[in-house]
């Protein structure tokens, strides 16, 4: 089943429940469905990676408007970001803990053969691909600069 179809039984159930929190998730979600689907140079079916990182860009607009909100105090505006990030979160793969992501930078470290911090381009296009959908980039960045900076 597509995340298209996913998103549209969801939909049905959220609007039989009542449920307005789910409802506004998942419009958006089916917003960026229809987006992706009628952008240039696209197809009728979106790959499953394309589906991913554009759930992804959702969960990370959602997560900086909570840090923000959450600055502002905005208790109000920043409930609504977690109640939509939780539902987001549910067609995301599961992301890899921050122990794992370091043990797999580890290894691409070693792979590539960095040794400071100016590697870290190389690193990081490597750790991309390899961490795309798995790993949030924030995480991996933070964690690249920290392992780099140890070895210097």
């Known amino acids: 089943m597509s995340l298209e179809q996913k998103v549209m039984e969801d939909l049905k159930n959220a609007m039989r429940a009542k449920d307005e929190a789910a409802l506004r998730t998942l419009r958006a979600i089916k917003a960026a469905i229809l987006i ?53 979160e549910k067609f995301l793969p599961q992301q890899m803990g921050a122990e794992e992501v370091k043990k797999e930078l580890q290894a691409i470290i070693a792979q590539v053969g960095a040794t400071s911090p100016a590697d870290m381009g190389k690193v990081m296009g490597v750790a991309t691909k390899q961490l795309a959908g798995k790993a949030d980039g924030k995480l991996i960045s933070e964690t690249v600069k920290q392992l780099l900076s140890q070895n210097a």
Not at 48 to 62: G, N
């Open 36 to 88: 992706e689907k009628t952008s240039e140079g696209a197809s009728e079916n979106i790959s499953e990676a394309t589906e991913t990182k554009m759930l992804q860009k959702l969960a990370k607009q959602r997560r900086d408007s909570l840090e923000i909100f959450e600055k502002q105090n905005r208790e109000d505006l920043a409930k609504k970001e977690r109640e939509e990030l939780a539902i987001i």
